[in-house]
């Protein structure tokens, strides 16, 4: 397996994988399905003007809506299966297009607690988000089936007489106490994520100031961003010839943004996502707010661009009076951001 060379052609059969033939095709031989762009599978040839072959899935839903022929717009009503060009196809000799081979599908990674499931290599991360009760359960089983070797090997050494060595503990492992979080997390988390704000007196302070977050995705495998920034409204004071405040808040906006799972995901977004800003004392109440995602709404249609446009969230989410002293600590704000089912 090798890249295609400068002369040659590469093609996509319906298994995703990428082919080259070994020998140069006639001009005059069609391998390609001109509805899926792909390698022809069972083609088939229509009672039409063309005369072009297309795969049997892909014209039997325009057959079964009679619609006309894609091509020369002809009404048709026979598709004869053409099985000498499909012996043609089935003759040629053909080599594997070796990229990256992300599509290729490769064992779950819990495949030793009994996941048989096989995706692509480029799927593999949304696999282990979309399954992480199926994989707890499949642990959980396979934690029992170990204990029960465990003891039955236990009770053989002690017929036996043989001194026995204790098992390993299965109890409760303690947590330790992690680490602050950096100001900028690391890209690509899944929810729930924690979000620290820096320097909040400065954005204060310049009125223009504006916190965005790293991307990170929702369970779901939707990409969002978190900005945050203060919302000053001001109003002209006519007697005193001048603008003065008169509404200080911080305001809170998410953005969906392009994704690396987007082709498999439904859209729009539908769903709530909770954002939360933890309140730093201990024992009191964090302030949170619920963005929804209705069906229709265009803050959560696809993005083709890397851009933010869509915003979601809340103008008025907390009162600048209100962050110190229990949400603004040493000159930083926590953030955490969950998705709701």
């Given at each position: 397996?090798?890249?295609?060379?400068?002369?040659?052609?590469?093609?996509?059969?319906?298994?995703?994988?990428?082919?080259?033939f070994?020998k140069?095709?006639?001009?005059?031989?069609?391998?390609?399905?001109?509805?899926?762009?792909q390698?022809?599978?069972?083609?088939v040839?229509?009672?039409?003007?063309?005369g072009?072959?297309?795969?049997?899935?892909?014209?039997?839903p325009i057959?079964?809506?009679?619609?006309?022929?894609?091509?020369?717009?002809?009404?048709?009503?026979?598709?004869?299966?053409?099985?000498?060009?499909?012996?043609?196809?089935?003759?040629?000799?053909?080599r594997?297009?070796?990229?990256?081979?992300?599509?290729?599908?490769?064992?779950?990674e819990?495949?030793?607690?009994?996941?048989?499931?096989?995706?692509?290599?480029?799927?593999?991360?949304?696999?282990?988000?979309?399954?992480i009760?199926q994989?707890?359960?499949?642990l959980?089983?396979?934690?029992?089936?170990?204990?029960?070797?465990?003891?039955?090997?236990?009770?053989?050494?002690?017929s036996?007489?043989?001194?026995?060595q204790?098992?390993?503990?299965?109890?409760?492992?303690?947590i330790?106490?992690?680490?602050?979080?950096?100001?900028?997390?690391?890209?690509?988390?899944?929810?729930?994520i924690?979000?620290?704000?820096?320097?909040?007196?400065?954005l204060?302070d310049?009125?223009?100031?504006?916190?965005?977050?790293?991307?990170?995705?929702?369970?779901?495998?939707?990409?969002?961003?978190?900005?945050?920034?203060?919302?000053?409204?001001?109003?002209?004071?006519?007697?005193?010839?001048?603008?003065?405040?008169?509404?200080?808040?911080?305001?809170?906006?998410?953005?969906?943004?392009?994704?690396e799972?987007?082709?498999q995901?439904?859209w729009?977004?539908?769903?709530?996502?909770?954002?939360?800003?933890?309140?730093?004392?201990?024992?009191?109440?964090?302030?949170?707010?619920?963005?929804?995602y209705?069906?229709?709404?265009?803050?959560?249609?696809?993005?083709?661009?890397?851009?933010?446009?869509?915003r979601?969230?809340?103008?008025?989410?907390?009162?600048?009076?209100?962050?110190?002293?229990?949400?603004?600590?040493?000159?930083?704000?926590?953030?955490?951001?969950?998705?709701?089912?």
């Open positions: 397996m090798s890249l295609p060379g400068p002369s040659e052609k590469s093609y996509f059969d319906h298994d995703g994988l990428e082919i080259v070994v140069q095709l006639p001009p005059e031989l069609q391998v390609e399905c001109s509805i899926c762009l390698l022809l599978a069972e083609p040839i229509l009672n039409c003007n063309c072009v072959n297309f795969c049997k899935k892909c014209i039997e057959k079964v809506k009679r619609n006309p022929c894609p091509l020369c717009n002809v009404n048709f009503g026979v598709t004869v299966r053409n099985k000498q060009l499909e012996r043609t196809l089935n003759g040629l000799q053909r594997l297009v070796k990229r990256d081979c992300l599509v290729l599908p490769i064992e779950c819990f495949a030793y607690a009994g996941c048989t499931e096989k995706v692509p290599q480029a799927n593999m991360a949304a696999h282990l988000v979309d399954k009760a994989h707890m359960t499949l959980a089983r396979q934690h029992r089936k170990d204990r029960t070797e465990i003891e039955a090997l236990r009770g053989t050494v002690n036996k007489h043989l001194p026995v204790q098992p390993p503990t299965f109890g409760t492992i303690p330790k106490k992690s680490k602050p979080l950096p100001i900028q997390p690391p890209a690509y988390h899944t929810v729930p924690e979000l620290t704000v820096s320097h909040v007196e400065s204060r310049e009125r223009q100031g504006m916190w965005t977050s790293t991307p990170f995705y929702l369970k779901t495998g939707y990409k969002m961003v978190l900005e945050v920034y203060p919302d000053y409204q001001c109003e002209y004071d006519a007697y005193s010839d001048y603008f003065k405040d008169y509404h200080n808040f911080l305001a809170v906006y998410l953005y969906i943004i392009r994704g799972f987007d082709e995901l439904k729009p977004f539908v769903g709530k996502v909770d954002v939360k800003m933890i309140n730093q004392r201990q024992g009191g109440k964090h302030q949170t707010a619920t963005a929804k209705y069906p229709g709404d265009s803050r959560g249609a696809r993005r083709w661009r890397d851009s933010l446009s869509g979601n969230g809340w103008p008025e989410f907390l009162g600048l009076r209100f962050l110190y002293p229990n949400y603004l600590v040493n000159d930083q704000l926590v953030f955490c951001v969950d998705c709701v089912e």
